[in-house]
């Protein structure tokens, strides 16, 4: 198996910026050059998908100054001039509705306490200029004063590019798709609990590659929820807060036999599945119980591609998963999801599919049924191509950190001894929990340049 060192590759690009360190431990994924010492045959190609460079992901370092502002009254925006010749707009009804003042903001959650029912959304503007240092200050009708910073002004600038660099700073949206040749990310477990700069590179690569290996965890429970407490905390689901796979008598999932399973993310049964999984090796089995995984979402733009019929029934037709049993407490899941969830600009945002839990209802007219295992296929067809599976055998001490939203994950089936168990724990996060913890360390790590 082989794998490139996130948390090491990381340091030296710290000094740029988060997106030359993403691009640093991106780098370890990618086939080296030609002039590379002797390498393994099987590495890497990935590829960004996305409009923008890496480089509007950055966290600003330059002090952009205010040259001019002036007040356009008939289209009811502030014009500002940049010192660098650029211009931004802003509408009054928005500058009035975030004036930070402290009648308008509680400063301790910094948080609006301006109500809606006060804000005049017609309003004009008495005075605008600039101060002395570098702000925006703004005399409303009523003679209320807001003082905007222009550095925060310049971020909330509402020009499509501007709009686009501030999302890529707060949701890193951008993914580097794969397929076999992926070369896993790869960090040492106590590095990442030790480490600012190591956890801030596992969380870049969790989130642009979907996927990454931690290796010299102690071989014993509880080590998932050590991880899931450096992050902020876990999601708990029926099947417990962490949860033991091993081959079990009378097993609640098909997880917790010695069978094979087949491409799939974890609980397409709710709604709302966990974004992010953490699998920790604390047994393997002698013979079998190798994993797989595929880019979920770059088997979509395949498939998009290929069979744009199939993407689009996926895309469209809900499917029923189903889910009871007893664990944690007794339950009856149903759920609705398509296979291929898609935002409304037609990305694809999110896999749901687990072969064992689809259930046999399925709430389609005649005429779709056949027409829904005819693009099913054709998207499991597509993830089943060697060319795009990588194929890893946990030993104990491994933990695989992974998007659940993004990847499916198999296992091949194995011999089970019940003198020596195979097993594996679990957990679950969410992505908002994740995003959360990667966005503090990364303001931590900046901060600490
Ligand atoms: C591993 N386990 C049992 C917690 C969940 C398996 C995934 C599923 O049923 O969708
Ligand atoms: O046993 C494994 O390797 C994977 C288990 C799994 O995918 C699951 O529990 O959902
Ligand atoms: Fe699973
Ligand atoms: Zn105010």
Request: glycine residues 4%; contains cysteine; charged residues 25%.
């Amino acid at each position: 198996m082989w794998m490139s060192t996130v948390a090491r590759l990381a340091l030296p690009a710290l000094q740029r910026s988060t997106s030359a360190m993403t691009r640093q431990a991106l780098r370890a994924c990618r086939r080296p050059g030609p002039t590379a010492a002797p390498l393994p045959p099987c590495l890497v190609s990935l590829h960004l998908r996305g409009r923008h460079t890496l480089e509007s992901a950055s966290l600003p370092v330059s002090r952009h100054l205010v040259r001019h502002v002036r007040a356009l009254d008939d289209d009811r925006q502030m014009e500002v001039e940049w010192e660098d010749g650029g211009h931004s707009l802003y509408p009054f009804t928005w500058l009035r509705d975030n004036c930070q003042c402290p009648l308008c903001t509680l400063q301790s959650a910094q948080a609006r306490t301006l109500l809606l029912a006060d804000l005049d959304i017609h309003t004009g503007v008495d005075v605008v200029e600039v101060t002395n240092d570098n702000k925006v200050s703004i005399v409303w009708p009523d003679q209320h004063v807001s003082v905007f910073d222009a550095e925060w002004l310049k971020k909330r600038c509402f020009s499509p590019a501007a709009r686009l660099a501030m999302q890529e700073e707060l949701f890193l949206n951008r993914r580097y798709y794969w397929d076999s040749t992926l070369r896993i990310p790869s960090a040492d477990f106590d590095e990442v609990l030790r480490d600012d700069k190591a956890a801030l590179a596992w969380l870049l690569a969790l989130r642009r590659v979907g996927m990454v290996y931690l290796k010299g965890a102690p071989a014993e429970q509880g080590q998932v929820a050590r991880l899931a407490e450096r992050i902020g905390y876990l999601r708990l689901t029926f099947y417990g807060h962490t949860w033991q796979v091993q081959d079990k008598p009378m097993a609640n999932n098909v997880a917790y036999t010695s069978g094979k399973l087949s491409l799939h993310t974890d609980y397409p049964a709710l709604h709302f599945a966990p974004g992010v999984q953490f699998l920790h090796c604390i047994n393997q089995a002698k013979e079998g119980g190798e994993s797989e995984v595929v880019d979920g979402f770059h088997m979509a733009e395949q498939l998009q591609r290929e069979d744009p019929e199939a993407f689009q029934t996926l895309t469209s037709l809900r499917v029923d998963f189903t889910d009871t049993g007893t664990d944690y407490c007794d339950f009856m899941l149903q759920s609705k999801n398509c296979i291929i969830d898609v935002d409304a600009d037609g990305r694809v945002v999110k896999i749901n599919y687990n072969n064992a839990t689809r259930d046999s209802v399925l709430d389609l007219p005649l005429h779709q049924v056949q027409p829904f295992y005819r693009a099913l296929k054709a998207y499991v067809d597509i993830m089943n191509r060697p060319e795009n599976v990588v194929t890893y055998r946990m030993e104990p001490g491994d933990i695989v950190t992974f998007d659940n939203w993004r990847l499916l994950h198999g296992r091949k089936s194995y011999i089970s001894r019940p003198e020596r168990l195979r097993h594996l724990e679990g957990c679950y996060l969410d992505w908002d929990e994740v995003m959360s913890r990667l966005r503090i360390l990364r303001k931590a790590v900046h901060e600490d340049l």
